[in-house]
């Protein structure tokens, strides 16, 4: 995981050869990396969807089983690192030795925070001018709030440098000026300027390690002199400790130039020596099916009762579709029955593969700590468990963020109509961040998404893979409303009368704004007045109003709806007038509570020659941005801002013009605020509200 442009893709294709699961190295820049295999990416150079391969290194003699996971970097396609740090056991984070910490690095690295995920640090580029190991690893520090181990440091730097340093094995790991792919290291003597320097940190190391394992702090004030086995334990215990999210999260540093073949094989040996195998992780924790919602444990054992969580849709020309499971428990064959709890459906597996990127291996059996393709699952979408039928349970739930931008798309002829409609269809299932609508006034189908490039990828790929032929619109903002104001109370009574049986239905509703994106609904009907069956029908109105929205018609977040009292008919209420009126008092409410509307905020990052400066200020100042920072980075300076989406558009050729061409930019989604009195009213035509 890293930002874009850190290295990922790179780091895996010297893996792959190294380990001997690819014969040839890829190159992202020759457009033909193993991990890279759709031809968008192999076009754009970028990462776009997550490749899983599984490959063997052996470490201390003993070999190992290894799933790597190589995830995009592009902010837009964050849905895919986070969906698949959900499912591992630990992480690789790759940072540019000249950049550091990037505004995606800080992402990843908070999705690994939030799902508990132990990592180590690989610093990469090393041999680019500008490249500096240390202070890379204070913005670890300092940026990600991280307790760095350094157990390698790098042996010259830019165009000089040579190998690293192994601070535990207190040696130099040294390869040749033009290393070859798969060409082994020498080991020699540190050399003598970095004797001391390699002294120091290696104490550092030492003492960090032993105040945070108790172990190894026993070893530490007996005056023993740890060896390098108790050290690398030491090291491996610190490590997975960080997963568990109860103190600090210690993660080791290493270095290299993955483009020049050096530092790659002591990257395995730190994968293999310090990240958690699926034995090392507690017991996965699901609720029960059955309404008691009691708290379920599944260990990683063969022995235990499937459970799994199927994380990745990909539907394949030739084969449909294939559901990416991992599994946490128990033994998963071809032919079984599973049940899909959260659906509450039985499906049936016909097929499981172990996939090498868009390569597949037929398996008898998968077994817990596997991560598996499973063909045959007809129902299953992204986040849903999977279990054995007969101990069912639910695991946690995914959670994906929310798009930020739109295009309308209208297909040329009515065969495209089809067409659009099977593409929509079949992409939506793959990715959980790519929403669809129709616009109320226009008719037209409305896509949603996490980026321009995110919705250029994926217009792209309906004219590619499904012939479709559609005109599309210019990016538009993906608009939110909310709440500023509670509504004690309010009463809708539904009442049609057209001869025969007739429709009634009366609801008492109260709202209150709700911080952040949630919903709730909250039944308190006494006394019958309104019957139990009828209270999902107004749950369900409630929602089919928020969709709707009462300023522009964008859908309304952070709500809490009450539903207090209401009546009904013995013989004309029905669900659908309570739908109805549930949907009619929301509206009615909502309009009372002093609806706003929100906009997405990006956070942006300029990295701009200093003499340019005044006038990346300015022009961010001139699109409502609030200017957070400026710092040093390389020789350049970094203009840190937060910036409404919806003056960031044309951007990149703006900041091209006013810099001729020297600035560079990136920009990520911060979260949703509100936007000006004075632009809303511009939006409402001059009509003030609320």
Not at 448 to 470: N, Q, T, Y
Request: hydrophobic fraction near 40%; charge should be negative; proline fraction near 5%.
């Amino acid at each position: 995981m890293a930002h874009i442009d850190a290295g990922k893709t790179t780091t895996t294709e010297r893996i792959l050869f190294y380990t001997g699961a690819s014969y040839k190295i890829g190159e992202v820049h020759d457009g033909n990396a193993t991990t890279d295999w759709m031809i968008q990416e192999r076009e754009r150079g970028i990462t776009i969807t997550s490749a899983a391969i599984t490959c063997r290194w052996a470490v201390d003699g003993v070999d190992h089983g290894v799933t790597i996971i190589d995830t995009p970097g592009h902010v837009d396609f964050t849905v895919e690192v986070e969906r698949c740090l959900r499912v591992l056991d630990g992480a690789v984070a790759v940072f540019d030795a000249v950049a550091g910490v990037e505004p995606q690095s800080e992402t990843v690295w908070r999705q690994a925070d939030r799902y508990r995920v132990p990592r180590i640090c690989f610093v990469n580029k090393l041999d680019r001018a500008g490249a500096d190991f240390f202070r890379c690893v204070e913005m670890i520090r300092t940026r990600l709030g991280a307790t760095p181990l350094v157990v390698q440091i790098p042996i010259g730097a830019e165009a000089e440098f040579a190998g690293v340093v192994d601070l535990i094995g207190m040696r130099a790991l040294v390869w040749s000026a033009d290393a070859k792919p798969g060409e082994a290291y020498d080991i020699v003597a540190i050399p003598e300027p970095l004797r001391d320097t390699a002294t120091r940190l290696r104490a550092t190391l030492i003492e960090t390690v032993a105040e945070h394992d108790d172990a190894f702090l026993e070893t530490y004030l007996a005056g023993e002199h740890p060896s390098e086995a108790d050290l690398h334990a030491a090291i491996r215990r610190v490590t997975v400790a960080s997963g568990t999210g109860d103190g600090p999260t210690l993660t080791p540093v290493l270095c290299g130039t993955a483009f020049k073949n050096k530092g790659v094989q002591p990257l395995l040996d730190a994968i293999v020596r310090y990240l958690p195998s699926p034995v090392d992780i507690d017991a996965v924790e699901g609720r029960t099916v059955d309404g008691t919602n009691v708290p379920t444990l599944r260990g990683p054992s063969d022995d235990e009762p499937f459970s799994a969580l199927a994380f990745k849709i990909a539907v394949q020309e030739h084969l449909g579709k294939l559901t990416f499971v991992r599994v946490y428990s128990g033994r998963l064959s071809a032919g079984d029955q599973i049940r899909n709890t959260v659906q509450d459906r039985r499906e049936r597996v016909t097929r499981i593969y172990r996939m090498h990127a868009d390569k597949r291996e037929e398996v008898a059996m998968a077994v817990a700590g596997d991560i598996v393709a499973v063909q045959g699952l007809r129902h299953t979408v992204t986040g849903e468990t999977l279990c054995d039928p007969a101990h069912p349970l639910v695991l946690a739930a995914m959670e994906f963020p929310t798009p930020v931008i739109e295009v309308a798309i209208e297909p040329v002829t009515k065969a495209d109509q089809d067409k659009l409609a099977t593409a929509i269809g079949r992409l939506a299932v793959e990715d959980p961040s790519f929403h669809v609508a129709t616009d109320r006034e226009t008719g037209q189908t409305v896509i949603s998404g996490m980026g321009e490039l995110h919705l250029e990828v994926l217009v792209d790929r309906m004219r590619r893979e499904f012939g479709v032929a559609a005109s599309v619109g210019r990016p538009r903002v993906a608009y939110r409303e909310t709440l500023r104001t509670p509504v004690a109370r309010h009463d809708h009574t539904y009442r049609k009368q057209n001869g025969g049986k007739g429709q009634y239905a009366k609801v008492q509703i109260a709202l209150e704004p709700l911080e952040g994106e949630h919903y709730e609904f909250v039944n308190k009907v006494t006394g019958g007045r309104i019957p139990r069956e009828f209270i999902p029908a107004v749950d369900e109105g409630c929602q089919s109003a928020m969709d709707q929205g009462v300023l522009f018609g964008h859908p309304l977040t952070g709500v809490r709806v009450t539903l207090l009292d209401g009546d009904h008919h013995e013989v004309d209420s029905s669900e659908t007038a309570f739908a109805i009126a549930g949907a009619a008092a929301f509206r009615e409410a909502a309009r009372l509570a002093s609806p706003a509307l929100l906009e997405p905020v990006m956070a942006v990052e300029v990295t701009t020659p200093e003499e340019h400066m005044g006038d990346v200020i300015g022009d961010l100042n001139s699109r409502r941005g609030q200017v957070r920072a400026v710092t040093d980075r390389s020789g350049a300076k970094v203009v840190s801002a937060r910036v409404p989406l919806a003056e960031m558009f044309g951007y990149v050729g703006d900041l091209r013009s006013r810099t001729s061409g020297r600035a560079s930019f990136v920009m990520r989604f911060d979260a949703y605020a509100p936007v000006p009195r004075n632009i809303v009213d511009r939006l409402l035509g001059g009509v003030t509200t609320g």
